[in-house]
């Protein structure tokens, strides 16, 4: 199966939560590909004592999950430092949802 992952949220324990799914997919041989939009591309910042979205976003990479940001989202946060991300477009999400079997928001 194809997942497609849209993480728009920056409540920490929901996107680790994304990011664990998203890793128990990959190692049960699902493709699946993950985009930060809106307030998602903050992502990586939203480590906390509990949750460690920042490994857990590693994880996901590692396993060969694909991973996209929102060049808008980011330059309207005046950053454009996508991190562990690819610098994307809406024609990406576009293509994220149009080419996955199921697409899950969080």
């Known amino acids: 199966m194809k ?3 849209v993480i728009y949220s920056d409540d920490a ?3 680790w939560n994304a990011f664990r799914l998203g890793v128990f997919s990959l190692k ?3 493709a699946v590909s993950a985009f930060l939009l809106g307030k998602g591309v ?3 910042s ?3 004592e509990k949750f460690k979205v ?3 976003m590693g994880q996901f990479v590692a396993a060969s999950g694909g991973l996209l940001a929102c060049g808008t989202c980011l330059k309207l946060r005046h950053t454009e430092d996508a991190g562990m991300c690819a610098l994307s477009t809406l024609e990406d999400l ?3 949802v149009r ?3 199921k697409v899950l928001t969080f």
């Open 3 to 5: 997942l497609g992952l």
């Open 13 to 15: 324990e929901t996107v």
């Open 28 to 30: 049960h041989g699902d």
């Open 42 to 44: 903050e992502a990586q």
């Open 46 to 48: 939203l480590d906390s």
């Open 54 to 56: 920042s490994e857990m």
């Open 94 to 96: 576009h293509r994220l």
């Open 99 to 101: 080419d996955s079997d």
